[in-house]
């Protein structure tokens, strides 16, 4: 059947897949030609400080989608860093309720022009619309978060003195200066902006590299920023090869921010540690989601559709290994697989697919590789296990493999894509113990119709974290919470306090009156020191803190 066939008869209702395969959704009437014009792209290109040029794809074709994209060197990175330095001691000098009002405005910016960076997202990522839209959902909520909570996060804290009353002490927060920014491909908005924004509410400049791939989502998004007021000299944007400009990012930041590999992420903390400057990295996983025995199973089944193909699992918090209990397993792997096959797979500018395009050739050659391999050492492909090429160049089934085990690379490595591997457990004790057997600590997922036991099982989970009866939205949504890595996972934490304070210096200023902390009044050394002994006796007393 020809291409054309094939997208006529998705067009009428029918869908087309290789036998057991997935179907394909309907085609939309809209291509990137009609989204990303020349237009666009010179109007975007003027916030990348680069000389040079280079261009990027969609995943979609594999072909080009923005041509004549400005390329930064090492020196146009220095150039950057001057500008956003230059602007931020003036951002830094407004109120913070100044700041978090462009927030509040970007807020609401975003949610009315939302379909325009729908299709950038999806052109770029090859993801669905649905899962582009959890990009929206997640910076709308930072921003909300943020523009609403920053003044209290900020503002001058009175902290107890050396000697109440006499010592008067204020912490501080100062802003670090300007952050260098790493941002990788595939959630392009949510890494990208919607990390940025503490950054910009706690009064730093940022100097910002997205993945060339997905370098025009971001430039939107600094776009409709500065037109919620932000100064343009604030966010800075560069372009190019992550082994050139990513190290002269990290050369000239006063704070790094990097999401990315567990390989890359090491570099950039050593580069950054020799320089005294601090850093956040959100690394890989090998996220485990655990069905207990008590688990509503269609809900479980479900819930195993969203954490394991949401981008086509290409999410760091996706979940690869999957082990339910014994004695529902059969029934659960049952509706998980034909959930699984029943996935509308598809590439149209709209809603209706259910999982789009793994990103690369990349990306392709190791899922492919990780699977075969499994077969080929003894595991079953339950559901999947194939590329789609009528689809389009990069794109694979969703896939569930059973019986695999060490040591095969699926079963320890980041595979990064839409593949999961059930395993069977029969105590709880040893699958907690096995669900930590890894060096990464990202996302985990717990599922059973007893909350209270879900959460003791999540508590014993070694990951920063764990969702009861959810896939990963519930934790990370919830943005007034941490959410970060342990392990090989990564440094530090975005949302909540963490999120927002990690990107300012702790400054304490502690005022003395009256006496002095030494000799005064005529005492000699000696009843100083017999004064100080009973005073800090009466203050233990006294239960001061």
Request: aromatic content about 6%; hydrophobic content about 40%.
């Amino acid at each position: 059947m020809t291409e054309t066939q094939d997208s006529a008869r998705a067009q009428s209702g029918t869908s087309t897949a290789p036998a057991d395969g997935n179907p394909v959704a309907a085609p939309g009437t809209r291509t990137a030609a009609d989204v990303v014009t020349p237009e666009l792209v010179a109007r975007l290109a003027k916030g990348v400080v680069g000389s040079g040029s280079t261009v990027n794809h969609t995943p979609f074709t594999g072909e080009v989608l923005a041509a004549e994209l400005p390329e930064s060197t090492p020196e146009d990175v220095a150039t950057a860093f001057a500008r956003a330095r230059e602007a931020q001691r003036a951002w830094a000098a407004l109120p913070v309720r100044r700041r978090a009002a462009v927030l509040l405005r970007f807020h609401d910016l975003l949610l009315h022009r939302q379909s325009e960076i729908l299709d950038l997202i999806q052109l770029e990522t090859g993801k669905t619309r649905l899962h582009a839209h959890e990009e929206i959902q997640g910076v709308v909520l930072a921003a909300r978060h943020y523009g609403r909570k920053a003044p209290s996060y900020l503002r001058p804290k009175a902290r107890v003195g050396v000697v109440p009353t006499l010592t008067k002490v204020t912490e501080l927060r100062q802003p670090r200066g300007v952050v260098g920014q790493i941002v990788p491909w595939n959630y392009p908005l949510e890494l990208s902006v919607g990390d940025a924004i503490p950054a910009f509410v706690s009064g730093n400049a940022v100097v910002m590299k997205p993945d060339t791939e997905t370098s025009l989502t971001a430039l939107w998004a600094r776009e409709l920023m500065l037109e919620a007021g932000m100064p343009a000299g604030v966010w800075q944007v560069v372009i190019g090869e992550g082994p050139v400009v990513g190290p002269a990012v990290v050369e000239h930041a006063d704070y790094v921010s990097f999401t990315g590999s567990t390989r890359t992420g090491r570099g950039v903390a050593q580069a950054a540690a020799a320089r005294l400057v601090g850093c956040s990295l959100e690394l890989g996983g090998k996220n485990a989601m655990l069905v207990l025995r008590d688990a509503d199973i269609e809900k479980a089944a479900e819930g195993a559709v969203r954490a394991c193909f949401a981008s086509a699992g290409q999410l760091c918090i996706s979940i690869e290994r999957l082990y339910v209990h014994e004695s529902i397993a059969d029934a659960f792997l049952e509706r998980f697989a034909a959930r699984t096959k029943a996935m509308r797979l598809g590439k149209a500018l709209g809603y209706g697919a259910e999982m789009g395009s793994l990103v690369s050739d990349r990306q392709l050659d190791t899922v492919t590789r990780h699977v075969e391999e499994a077969v080929v050492k003894g595991a079953t492909v339950v559901a999947g296990g194939r590329p789609r090429p009528d689809i389009g160049p990069y794109f694979y089934e969703p896939t569930i493999l059973d019986g695999v085990e060490p040591p095969m690379a699926v079963c320890t490595e980041e595979t990064f894509g839409p593949v999961v591997s059930i395993y069977r457990f029969t105590d709880e004790d040893d699958v907690v113990e096995r669900a930590n057997a890894t060096p990464y600590g990202l996302n985990a997922s717990v599922w059973t119709k007893d909350g209270g036991r879900g959460r003791a099982v999540a508590a014993r989970l070694r990951a920063g974290t764990v969702n009861v009866n959810e896939a990963y939205g519930a934790a990370y949504g919830s943005v007034n919470a941490p959410m970060g890595g342990m392990g090989d996972s990564g440094l530090g934490r975005r949302h909540g306090s963490e999120g927002i304070l990690k990107f300012t210096e702790a400054q304490t200023v502690a005022h003395q009156r009256l006496m002095p902390l030494g000799p005064s009044f005529g005492m000699t050394d000696e009843k100083y020191a017999a004064f100080m002994t009973r005073s800090l006796r009466a203050m233990k007393a006294l239960r001061l803190r």
